[in-house]
């Protein structure tokens, strides 16, 4: 059975740093992606960063770029996402998300707040 479990969100100030981990059962860290997707009040869900295991490479969207590193410990079954100078924009419930090429599984997610 997958499980997903996110931690380390909270409340930080404009221009302060988290890192998120996400503990991973039932998986390998070696097919597929693995990575982190937000959704603040009122909007869709999006994707924020992940590491697709075909390329080993980091995929990042464009608002996070420069401030926000995905990372894997494989030997821990964890992915972690480091976050710098955060924004309000930043604000909002974070994901844990496992796609195996058929199925996604989701963590029950990790609030980030980031007061101005």
């Known amino acids: 059975e997958v499980q997903l479990v996110e ?3 909270g409340l930080v100030q404009a221009g302060g740093s988290l890192t998120l981990s996400c503990a991973a059962t039932g ?6 992606a693995i990575g982190w997707f937000r959704q603040a009040p009122g909007k869709e869900r999006e994707g924020v960063s992940c590491i697709n295991y075909d390329t080993r490479s980091p995929a990042y969207a464009d608002s996070v770029k420069g401030r926000f590193t995905i990372s894997s410990d ?3 079954n964890t992915i972690y996402l480091q ?3 955060l ?4 604000t909002a419930v974070y994901y844990c998300r496992y796609y195996n090429g ?3 599984y989701w963590g029950q997610g990790t609030q980030v707040t ?3």
């Not at 998986?27 to 597929?32: H, K």
């Not at 924004?87 to 930043?90: A, Y």
């Open 74 to 76: 494989d030997a821990k």
């Open 83 to 85: 976050m710098n100078s």
């Open 102 to 104: 058929r199925t996604s």
């Open 87 to 90: 924004k309000s924009e930043d």
């Open 27 to 32: 998986i390998t860290f070696d097919d597929y």
């Open 114 to 116: 980031v007061s101005s």
């Open 7 to 9: 931690s380390g969100g």
